[in-house]
């Protein structure tokens, strides 16, 4: 069993930036991938970002190539997502996600355990 908390979410102006966290604890945390999905109001929850267990590699939307990046710290059970340059689509609540550790990260159905959520409100 892994519980995850993320913190970091809130208001900002377009443009601005934002970090959010997910602690882990339980189960070892680096053995799991890690990602991000957001969903916004009266839409599905979507992949924003993963990183791999092993090699660490990372994928992202199409949506925030180049301005998120997805990090993780094994030695304080954390992973994070770096937000940059933010747009009032990016507006959802986000949430972190833990991944078996061969699993395509890609696919929601592939994420067994989930934090309560963080809301990130852009205004333009």
């Known amino acids: 069993q892994v519980q995850l908390v993320e913190s970091g979410g809130g208001l900002v102006q377009a443009g601005g930036s934002l970090r959010l966290s997910c602690a882990a604890s339980?189960?070892?945390?680096?053995?799991?991938?890690m990602g991000w999905f957001r969903q916004a109001p009266g839409k599905e929850r979507e992949f924003v970002a993963a990183?791999?267990?092993?090699?660490?590699?990372?994928s992202y939307a199409d949506s925030v190539q180049g301005r998120f990046t997805i990090s993780r710290d094994n030695a304080k059970n954390t992973a994070y997502l770096q937000m940059n340059s933010l747009k009032p689509e990016d507006t959802a609540v986000y949430y972190c996600?833990?991944?078996?550790?061969?699993?395509?990260?890609?696919?929601?159905?592939?994420?067994?355990?989930w934090g309560q959520g963080t809301q990130v409100t852009v205004s333009s």
């Open positions: 339980g189960r070892t945390f680096s053995s799991y991938a």
């Open positions: 996600a833990a991944a078996a550790p061969l699993s395509n990260v890609l696919l929601i159905t592939n994420y067994n355990y």
């Open positions: 990183i791999r267990r092993s090699s660490g590699s990372t």
